[in-house]
Each structure stands twice: as C-alpha cells, then as structure tokens.
C-alpha cells in the first residue's frame, strides 16, 4: 500500500493538526468501497466510480478495479488530473458544451480513452464534426432523462433518441451507448422507493439500448447508477456498467435516506472549540461554513442534522449536540430544539469531530484529506484533493 | 495600476474562457468602494475592510488605504498571505483558539502588528501566558456580543468584561479595545432596522469601552461592523475603526436587504448552455453548486434568488430568468415561478453570467478573478485567490 507523505507525518496526532480540517478514517471507507463492489459483483456489472466525491488519486486507486480505471468524472479537470495520474478509462458524465471538445480531443490524444455525453442533436453533430477534424472518433453516450431530474432524453422521446445515435453514428463520432443517472432517488422517502426508482432507471436504460439497436444502431454500453439505485438494485439484466461515488464516504444525507448507518461515515470536520455562551447553551469552533459548505441537505429530511452531528475527536457521537448554525469562519454548536441531553463540557481548545450533511460539498472546501487508520489518533497520511475546471 | 498577469491575457475575451469562472467587473467595484471610503470618511472612522470576501492580495491593494494596511481576516491563513504581500496591520477577527497562538507569535516576530480576539478569561490567560513566554505583549480586542448572533461579551456583563481586560492587561498581553460585529443586520427587514442595529452595535460597543476605561483600563480601539450597518449607521461617535467585507463586490442578498442594487454586483459566474428541457422550460449550464457555492441566502428574503440572478455575457439581466436547481457540475436556469416572461432562447454554447446570493461563499469556490474593466468583452488580468487555513 502506498501513502502519500507517509514519511511526514506518522508522527503527528490528530490532536496536533492544524483546524478546521477534513479526517478521513481509512477503515471505514474501506468497508464502504467494499460493499459496493460487492454489489457491483452480485449484480454482474462492472463498476465504474465516481471520482467527483474524493478528488485524489489516493483514494480513486483504493476505488477503481485497476490503477487504469474505469472512472467516471464531472469536470475535465478531474479527468486531466487523473490522466495524469495513469487513469486510462474515463466517462465524462455531464452534457458536452462544444467549446470544451478541444481539451476533450487533448485527452485522447494522450491515450486515454475519454467517453463523454451529449443530449441534442446539435451537441451530436457538434462532437461529430470535431471527430471528422480532429481525426479521432470521439465516443459518446447518449444521456437518458429515467426520472425527470435532469438533462436527457426521456425513454419515450424514441425520434430524438435515434436522431441523436444516428447524428453520432453515421457522422463521425463514436456511438458508445446510452447512460442514465437516477438522481430522484435522492428524495426518496423509503428502501422500497429506491428499489422501484432503481428498476425505473433500469428499465429507461435498456429500452433505450434496445431501441437503438433495433434501429440498426450500436450500443455496448448501458450505464446507470446513483449511490441510492446502486445499493437497492435488485436486478440490472441488460445493464453493463454501474456508476456511484458518494458511497466511498457517506454522509449524513445518506444516512437520512436509510442507505447507510452513521457509523458508516468515514468523512469528517476536525475543529477546536473556540468559546461558549453559557446562558444559550452554545459552544463555539472554527469550524463554518466555508469548512463545512453551505450544504443543508438534510434539512428536508425526517431528521434535520443542521450543519452536521458532533462527535469526540475519537469520532464518538455526543447525544444530540449538532452544530446548529454557521457564520464564515465559525460554528456554533447546541443539543437539538427540545432534546433532554446534558451539553457536554468541552472546554477552549477541545477538538471535536463534525459529520457533514453531504460528503462531495464539503470534501470541496478542503485541500487535502488527514486519513486515519486505527483508533491510536494518529495521522498515518496526507493524501491531497483538488479542485477547479 | 499594477495588473497580475495582464500580458498573458491581455487579448483574450471573455466568451473564449474555460466555464465555469468567476468574473469581476471592476468599475462596479471600484465603486463599492468609493462608497464604503466615503461612509468612512463622512463618520470620522478608519476603514479596516474585511479581506475575507476577496482573498486577493490584488482586490485587497485597492481597498485598504495603504498597501500595508489596515485590514481584517478570518483566518491564519489570510493573515499570513497578506503579511506575505507586506500588509502589516492585520485583525484577526474570530476569537482565538489557544492551539494557534503559535502562529500568531510566529506573524508577529515577521513584523505584523497582528492583533486578536478574545471573549473569555481562559482564552485571555491562555493569550498572556503565551506573551509572558515568547517575550511579545499579544495585542487583544475583546469580543462584544451586542446583537446576540454568536461570540462575546453582552454589554451588561460587566464583570466578565472586566476580568478578561484585566487578565489580558495585567498578566501580560496588550489589552488594545473592543469589537463587535452586528451580524444580525443581515435579519433585519427594512433600513430603518439597519440604521437602529447600527446605533445598537454603536452604542453597546462604546459603553464596553467606557467601562474598561473606567476600571482604569486601556482601550484605544473601539472597532464596529458590517457591511449593512457601517452603510447605514448614521453617528459613529465613540468608535474608531468600521470593518466590512461583501460590500466590495455586493450580492443578490445584499440587494435584497436593501442594501444595494442588483447592478452594484460586482462579482458574478460565467458558465456555457449544455442542454435544453423544452417541455419543462429548462435550459441547462455547466455551472452547479460546485461554481455558485451552496449558499441560498435569498430563500428567506421577499425575493428568493434561487441559485442567481441569470445575465447575458455583457452582464444585462434576463427578465425573471434564475438559476433554479443545481446539481454538482450542472445548474437548470427556468423563468420564476408564475413569471409571464417568455424563457430567451440560448442555444446550445452561449454564454451567460449569474449574479451570486452571496459572494464571500461563491468567491470561495474558485480560484481567480477574470476581470473585466470595461464594455469590450476583454479579461483585463485574472487575479488569483487563495484559501485554506
């Protein structure tokens, strides 16, 4: 196993890290990659991750099948940075802008095998006509709207779907096949309506390849997946290819959703306290929202979890202590409206440990991850992250 | 004028960027500033602008009065880039933690005058302990809580005012005054609201003084804030330092609290049409979250913003055209619910610019300024930000 800058840092503790900053506890995530992979097995697809939660290359390498991939990614940055990185198979999983084909063509001049998607028949001809200039076929999925959420073709919309394979096919670029992303299971209210979301995806997914095969047209590759569909999947008959990415943390949202334990989450804010106003019952740290993010997910959830759940610097949840609002550069933390806890008495300078509402936002704000391996409180890595377009 | 990068860039326009990119018109700027100057000037006040908006050393040049100052931060981080830029007068204005009195000594003995805050005596004593060891009186300005918002001393506990300034004064920092920052200005409802928020952060602020002075105790610095309040205060008497930050770029909450207009938005996201819904009314660009921050501000205002306010690439408003749902790398722009306006047509790879809800956190999301300092489509220079801690 190879960690960055182990050398630096094994001596450090967690409790001599500089705050706010992001811990990532390596066995769980460990676990969680595991038993999506483990789906992905059962169900007889291969996996393809998505790399837009983690951002590094040390985590993407404990995801991936192989140090070549497959991968998916939303940024061509993110594709960039781990072509860099040796990553060979690549979907670039988010509607094509024609301006961006000429880093799109860069890539696959570097041998790696880019897949992007369009939606239109105008982003079809677009990337068929870089394709004829460039001298490459570019291959592309044609995206599918399964639920309504998004960009994509809906399953009935059968005259621009063949319009769009055949614009591809019969032009220039690469019809690869179709993909799909089934992000209303996201509001799901309970398992069962993620597995009926998952067959929805499903089966949008195949009639599409279907139709357009039976139009004379190829498609190998039919892709779906969100981390929800992904885990509550019964069936994926006539599927290739599974996509997920928030899997790899977790976070409070999914918990929320019933698609993790809150145990499960391996992602978390280290942050110091930095006061206390007695007579509010609040406790304050620098840990805000510009090292939290302003995600509120669970805030139309059954359980609000404000802007993330308080455990020791161990990772121990204290009873019903949330952090409830956030300025810039500050926190402040407070039991839940109406709970009958005790605050606990932390002291200026204790650090706590805070659980985010969504693993991609705040995994965002930060530059690099503190991994931790066992329960002895040391930093046994640094693996950087990245950011940008 | 000194440009960052400006012969690099100097001939490219902005439809020829990489999307998404955050754009900065500088005459609006330029403006903001002159405004917040003059507010300054009219009420006798030093200006200490708040330089965690922009975290650029070259937006920060143009708004402090001098090149070395005065300024105010959020973070150790922003502290040490600006010293590193040779700003030497330096406010670090989230109450310490006792873990980062290191680094602070550490800015000192480079020649910053860096003071901080404090808002108890365990963090005074933690403070004066660290000056009687490194041979340096820590300069200090205790919190004041005059709003109830977050940290500090509410202005009737005088006792606990008390101790904390003699523990700072007598055993061994520098006891340099008094600051608060009126952050519930940002709740209040109309600018009357403001102007009597001001008054009371003015007032509550000035009494705390006096009552230090009274106990025989040094208090030079009387320090107030906020951008709505140093903009509607109308008598500063007793206060010697005004702090503000989003005024310098303005945004859609601003706007709505009545604070500014929406065309005083300096700062706003150029991203590229990648997709159109025709039957929903959407049309889909490759800017989400991750480019708009999370930040939803607006939501609870008259006039809720959604994710922005969508302009054309010259900057010019569509009518009740918004950016109304984003996913990670994707935002849907819809007209308002029940709006008549007829949604433009944006083929596939136009380029718009959305106004932010609030600037500090979309700023955050990037990592330079595109400026633009006129009407001819030219990026003047781009600025870098930094961030972290």
Known sequence: MTLTNTDAVATRLLRDQETPSLVLDER????????????????GVQLRPHLK????????????DTPEGPATVSTLQEAEQFAQAGVRDILYAVGIAPNKL????????????????????????????KSRASGTRIPCLIELDTDGHRAGVAPDQTDRLLAIGRALHEEGAELRGVMTHAGESYNCASTQ?????????????VACAQALRHAGLPCPVVSVGSTPTAL???????????????????????????????????????TTVIGHQEDKGWILVDA??????????????????????????????????????????????????????TLPDLPLGTMVRVLPNHACATGAQHDSYHVIQDDSGRVAAHWPRFRGW
């Open 232 to 270: 509550f999947s019964r069936d994926l008959s006539g599927v290739t290819e599974l996509r997920a990415g928030v899997f790899v943390f977790f976070d409070l949202f999914m918990a929320g959703l019933g698609v993790c334990s809150q145990d499960d989450i391996a992602l978390s804010v280290l």
């Open 288 to 341: 805000g929202w510009m090292a939290m993010s302003r995600d509120r997910g669970t805030a139309k959830q059954k359980v609000d979890q404000y802007y993330g759940v308080v455990c020791d610097i161990d990772g121990k949840p204290y009873p019903d202590l949330v952090m409830r609002e956030t300025n810039q550069e500050q926190g402040i933390l407070a039991l839940r409206p109406g709970s009958t806890a």
């Open 102 to 129: 000429d880093r799109v063509v860069a890539l696959r001049r570097q041998g790696v095998d880019l897949t992007i998607v369009v939606d239109s028949v105008e982003g079809a001809q677009a990337v068929a006509q």
């Open 28 to 43: 769980l995530m460990t676990a969680n990659i595991r038993r999506m992979r483990e789906r992905a097995h059962a169900l």
């Open 53 to 64: 939660t983690p951002k590094s290359i040390d985590v993407a390498r404990r995801i991936m």
């Open 193 to 205: 309506a993620i597995e009926a979301m998952a067959e929805q995806e499903r089966r949008g997914a």
